[in-house]
């Protein structure tokens, strides 16, 4: 981990202030903490962070003390903002129960190194080094902790050809999802014919169950612009465009700052640090359009036109891409990553990962599991040890089922694979994808026939419309998959589930409509047997599809006390008092409101699979 922001230049407290901290409440957290310094006459300094990645942990806040480790808290409500005042500030006896951990130089008694935790321990942090640690609008924190020497190196020291070459080196892989070798793609940029061309950095992250993007650019800007200035310099570039979608309204905010502060300093504009280079860099904020994450329809949104894939035959983005122009188009990660390739070496940033696929991973982890939040790790590193040992596994002892990841599109990997080592082959190999970095886990408790209906509904809610295997075949998946959640499915519908899944994959012209029958193809391939309880037995096994299950109350459990009774929506609980009550199955609409209304000592209402046709 790396030391905080602001040892010995005063009191500071650090608070995660990025948008999953301002959900769990760090704006209120930092009111109260200036309420509690200013009533007892303390000078400190409270800074706004980005997320350090530890969400189940929100708000976490930092207690940096001159001279002394500073001090991670989870969970600081409001209310615990006045403790760790009187604790650590005032009487000196940090509080230990909800600490996180410390970081910087020395220890406290009963507080682990932040290091230490189970969480971060086996994470190996580059691209989210910074996030969490410094204030995302203070350059002066970013260049302190090594920032822009990458770019001086670059452009003071190296010729442009010298810099592709040591990115081709490093074996950085693109992280936006396809895994293009970067170092390739920037050289064909810099060798395409024109003389205007253009950097983009694909910030949309049309996936919603991921937020890496979002979480670096609202943590560590600089980072990024550093990259894609590097970029410029390395293909000849002289304009750049940050693409990020208008519903990330902070991470647009912190990315004007940044670029105004690095124009300041001379990073950005005309002859940067003295030489003969230009590069300007502005923000274009997208409609959130989850194909605009394909690279041709994010350039005509840019342009100002619908965001739609071109259609075959068309040039690569690097020949004719912005405005018909050459145009080198990245993820936000990729550009991360530059600095610590030219800070380190290209053979120091491949000590990491596997021969095929270097450097680090990074996921939002979420879902069905202990530990949410965003990590990072070594390309490689399998499912299992994510999911168990930096997860925590699965909540209150249930069993994992199954794993989502590469977002929307991706495959659901079952039990059997969690030993799957985590890089772009290797998950393609198992039927999903890296994708945008989502990782959803599922416990016992899913239908995964329902998994597959969600997520493709998504994706036919996302269809640019323009191909008619993407908006047509994925339209009639969808009806399928709701006739099979809804028991009126057949066993031939499987086989063509799976026949139109390849037909659309096969056919679609992007990235994006190649991926959308992932989730129904891998669903069907390791979880047939829940396909056909739908099909055959007309029962989800997981009590999820309310055409396929019943509630019943068990006689020898119910106490009569009629709670049940007043809260069905549907009047069909019959009974009185003292009297055994019994669910009319006619007109039970399977909310599930008695079984959530029944006291837990009595547990007398169930769920089962199947449908019951008398009382119950």
């Known amino acids: 981990m790396r030391d905080t922001p602001g040892g010995g230049k005063g009191l500071t407290i650090l608070v995660g202030a990025a948008t999953c901290g301002r959900s769990a409440g760090a704006l209120e957290t930092m009111d ?65 129960e909800y600490a996180l951990g410390t970081t910087g130089d020395g220890t406290v008694d009963g507080i682990p190194l932040l290091s230490d935790l189970a969480t971060l321990k086996p994470q190996v942090r580059r691209v989210l080094r910074n996030c969490g640690f410094i204030s995302p609008t203070s350059i002066d924190q970013y260049i302190a902790g090594g920032g822009y020497e990458a770019l001086r190196k670059a452009v003071l020291e190296m010729q442009p050809a010298e810099v592709i070459d040591e990115v081709k080196r490093s074996g950085l892989r693109g992280l936006g999802g396809a895994g293009f070798p970067v170092g390739r793609k920037w050289d064909g940029c810099r060798r395409a014919e024109g003389r205007e061309k253009y950097v983009i950095c694909n910030a949309d992250e049309g996936d919603p169950g991921a937020f890496q993007d979002r979480s670096v650019l609202e943590g560590d800007p600089h980072s990024v612009i550093e990259g894609m200035i590097i970029a410029g310099y390395a293909v000849g570039a002289g304009q750049g465009y940050l693409y990020v979608r208008a519903e990330y309204p902070l991470a647009v905010e912190y990315l004007e700052t940044a670029i105004l502060q690095a124009t300041e300093r001379g990073f950005l504009g005309n002859d940067i640090l003295g030489s003969d280079f230009h590069f300007h860099l502005e923000v274009f904020q997208g409609a959130g359009a989850f194909v605009c994450g394909e690279s041709t329809a994010l350039t005509l949104s840019i342009e100002g036109n619908r965001g739609m894939p071109r259609p075959f035959p068309r040039p690569r983005t690097t020949d ?73 596994g699965i909540p209150e002892g249930r069993e994992f089922k199954a794993v989502q990841t590469g977002g929307p599109s991706g495959g659901c990997l079952p039990a059997s694979l969690l030993d799957t080592p985590v890089d772009f082959d290797s998950l393609a190999a198992a039927g999903s994808i890296m994708g945008s970095g989502g990782m959803v886990v599922l416990d016992e408790d899913t239908c995964m026939v329902d998994v597959a209906r969600y997520f493709l509904d998504f994706s036919d809610k996302e269809s640019c419309g323009q191909c008619s295997l993407c908006r047509l075949g994925s339209s009639e998946m969808l009806e399928i998959l709701k006739k099979i959640t809804e028991g009126r499915g057949s066993i031939e519908d499987m086989d063509l589930l799976v026949e139109m899944g390849e037909a659309i994959r096969l056919g679609s012209i992007c990235g994006l409509g190649q991926t959308v029958p992932n989730p129904v193809l891998t669903t069907l391939r390791y979880f047939r047997d829940e396909y056909e309880a739908h099909i055959r037995d007309k029962e989800c096994p997981a009590r999820v599809c309310k055409e396929l299950i019943s509630y019943r109350i068990l006689p020898d459990k119910c106490k009569a ?5 007043r809260e069905c929506p549907a009047e069909a609980i019959q009974g009185a008092k003292k009297e055994v009550h019994v669910i009319d199955q006619e007109k039970c609409i399977r909310c599930g409101a008695c079984l959530s209304a029944c006291p837990t000592r009595f547990s007398a209402v169930e769920c089962i699979p199947g449908r019951l046709t008398d009382g119950g």
Not at 331 to 347: E, H, T
Not at 366 to 378: A, D, F, M, Y
Not at 561 to 565: D, E, G, R, Y
């Open 32 to 96: 109260a903490f200036r309420q509690e310094l200013s009533n007892r006459n303390i000078a400190a300094d409270i800074v706004e962070t980005g997320c350090v990645g530890l969400c189940y942990a929100e708000p976490v806040v930092g207690i940096d003390q001159p001279g002394r480790p500073t001090i991670w808290y989870r969970n600081v409500t409001p209310e615990r903002a006045g403790e760790l005042v009187d604790g650590c500030l005032v009487s000196g006896n940090p509080p230990t």
């Open 561 to 565: 006390c009629m709670i049940c009774l």
């Open 320 to 392: 004719a891409g912005l405005w018909n122009r050459p145009t080198l188009l990245n993820n936000v990660k990729s550009f991360a990553s530059i600095r610590w390739i030219l800070n380190k070496g290209a053979d120091w940033f491949a000590e990491v990962g596997t021969e095929k696929s270097s450097g680090t991973a990074i996921f939002s982890l979420t879902g069905k599991i202990v530990n949410t939040g965003l990590i990072e790790v070594p390309m490689g590193m399998t499912l299992r040890e994510i999911i168990f040992d930096i997860g925590g």
